[in-house]
């Protein structure tokens, strides 16, 4: 039976209220460190009965085994700040792609990028990431859940 309800692959948005996530096993960061996102993205996909992290910009192996993601991007987090503690909304792919959407605008400072963007194209068109990054309280699609709750949330699905 599968532990993703409704689709075998999901996105995941993470961020958090003060929209500061430190990130682990990032390549954007040197070995060790952290990156501090105000949110993330990634693929959350299920292969013979196995709960699968898919992340383009982690320095884990793609695709990692949930548990080993969550551990190594995460590491004892329970000890952080709480606002540090990341926030995460398991979403459907089709309402992922149908409903967020980002220009880019957050990585610009005028015409400048803070950093070189993704080299993928951009998701959707023009730019409600703000909304989606108010992590919890907005109505948007998916519960937001934290460490625990996400691993709850999926096995109990089973």
Same mark, same amino acid.
């Given at each position: ?9 999901w996105?995941?948005?993470v ?6 996530? =430190? ?10 460190? !952290? +990156?501090?996102?105000?949110?993330h ?5 299920? *292969? ?7 992340? /383009?910009?982690?320095r ?5 085994? /949930? #548990?080993? &993601? /969550? ?6 987090? !329970? #000890?952080?700040?709480?606002? &540090?503690?990341?926030?995460?909304? =398991?979403i459907?792919?089709?309402? &992922? /792609? ?7 605008? *957050?990585?610009?400072? @005028?015409?400048?990028? *803070?950093?070189?963007p =993704?080299?993928?194209?951009? %998701?959707?068109n @023009?730019h %409600?990431?703000?909304?989606?990054r108010?992590?919890?309280? +907005?109505?948007? =699609?998916?519960? +937001?859940? #934290?460490?625990?709750e996400? %691993?709850? &949330? ?5």
């Amino acid at each position: 039976m599968s532990r993703l309800p409704d689709a075998s692959y999901w996105a995941v948005i993470v961020s958090n209220t003060g929209r500061c996530i =430190p990130y682990f096993a990032q390549r954007s960061a040197a070995v060790g460190d !952290p +990156v501090f996102w105000d949110y993330h993205v990634w693929l959350l996909a299920e *292969h013979e009965d196995e709960l699968y992290a898919l992340d /383009l910009d982690s320095r884990l192996p793609t695709p990692t085994p /949930l #548990t080993l &993601y /969550l551990d190594a991007s995460f590491p004892e987090y !329970p #000890t952080w700040p709480k606002a &540090y503690w990341p926030w995460f909304r =398991p979403i459907r792919r089709d309402q &992922y /792609l149908a409903e967020f959407a980002s220009d880019r605008r *957050h990585m610009r400072d @005028g015409e400048r990028w *803070h950093a070189p963007p =993704p080299p993928w194209p951009c %998701i959707g068109n @023009g730019h %409600i990431l703000d909304a989606w990054r108010e992590i919890p309280g +907005v109505a948007l =699609p998916g519960k +937001v859940l #934290t460490v625990d709750e996400l %691993i709850e &949330y999926l096995t109990a699905s089973r």
